[in-house]
């Protein structure tokens, strides 16, 4: 559905204005007057299809469900990779070849970041299985790096770019301790199969803590960082309602990462004679967790080298 509502905005796009070049549509737009409704109209579908592929609200009902019936290694997969990717596609089409279309998107895309955020950490609070509670932590950060789109500014873009680097190493080591606990015959997908596992694994346990922490936007962790320049990017773009916004839900977000983070520290996991959780040990996926967690925490306490990397590659993206 996300594929035809987006070529038949490209194909409206063309039809107005002859090319599918996104330097020329560019340079087209600055002369094609910005009353033409075909054109409006195509920018609008793009915009939807686009908004489907980032599961932002309201395309995002796919989500959950996928999440939650796919084989984990292939949810974190999808939760990270072609997330990443359609934000560069929608960066490289909407900051680059509409950019001076900017007026009449940018409202769309305010509304769908603030409804994102508030619809996906809202649903998440009420979530027993960690997959479909991962699904809409996604929907919400989703909402978060919108934000870069809507700001319209080189701050937005870059800060977009860095916390999609930011997001894919914590949410893969999040996703990596529910393969561990999964392979070892533990569901490992409800809240309640990580009771005990700090006295159990103290190792593993805090560095789903750090990934917690991470998700939640906590300092010393990089997503503190990304969520920083992310509404700062805002702010400085006149977006300070978006960014209060995003502030609320953050906080918001606290209570659903923080039952994990309870079970583990507050729970024995021994009640009504349940086995405990026990952790499967595959080096494999140790070694990416601990990847995960060092990247995690080296951004959180100095972003400079990323930062940097990402204010040279927006250049990628014509801006």
Not at 149 to 174: I, K, P
Not at 229 to 249: R, S, W
């Amino acid at each position: 559905a996300s594929s035809a509502i987006l070529l038949y905005g490209i194909s409206l796009v063309y039809g107005s204005l002859g090319t599918l070049d996104l330097e020329e549509i560019r340079a087209s737009l600055v002369l094609v007057p910005s009353a033409n409704p075909m054109l409006l109209l195509g920018i609008a579908l793009v915009g939807f299809g686009m908004l489907f592929k980032v599961a932002a609200v309201p395309f995002h009902v796919w989500t959950p469900d996928a999440y939650e019936g796919a084989p984990t290694p292939v949810t974190a997969f999808i939760s990270v990779a072609p997330k990443a990717a359609a934000f560069a596609m929608f960066m490289r089409i909407f900051l680059g070849a509409f950019g001076p279309e900017v007026d009449h998107w940018r409202v769309m895309l305010w509304v769908a970041s603030a409804a994102t955020m508030i619809f996906g950490n809202v649903a998440a609070l009420t979530q027993d299985n960690v997959k479909r509670m991962l699904a809409y932590s996604s929907i919400a950060h989703a909402g978060y790096a919108l934000m870069g789109l809507v700001a319209a500014n080189a701050m937005g873009a870059w800060a977009l770019l860095m916390y999609m680097l930011v997001y894919a190493f914590m949410n893969l080591g999040a996703f990596g301790f529910v393969i561990l606990l999964e392979s070892k015959g533990y569901a490992g997908e409800e809240i309640a199969d990580y009771a005990g596992l700090a006295r159990r694994h103290p190792t593993a346990a805090l560095g789903m803590l750090i990934f917690m922490l991470a998700l939640a936007g906590i300092p010393p962790t990089a997503g503190f960082m990304g969520k920083l320049y992310l509404f700062a990017a805002a702010v400085e773009g006149g977006y300070v309602v978006l960014t209060v916004i995003a502030v609320i839900m953050s906080a918001v977000s606290l209570y659903y990462y923080f039952r994990i983070v309870l079970q583990m520290y507050m729970r024995d996991g021994l009640e009504e004679g349940a086995a405990p959780a026990e952790l499967l040990h595959d080096r494999w996926t140790e070694a990416m967790i601990a990847i995960c967690v060092v990247i995690t925490l080296a951004i959180g306490i100095y972003p400079a080298p990323v930062v940097g990397w990402a204010k040279s590659a927006i250049g990628i993206f014509g801006l």
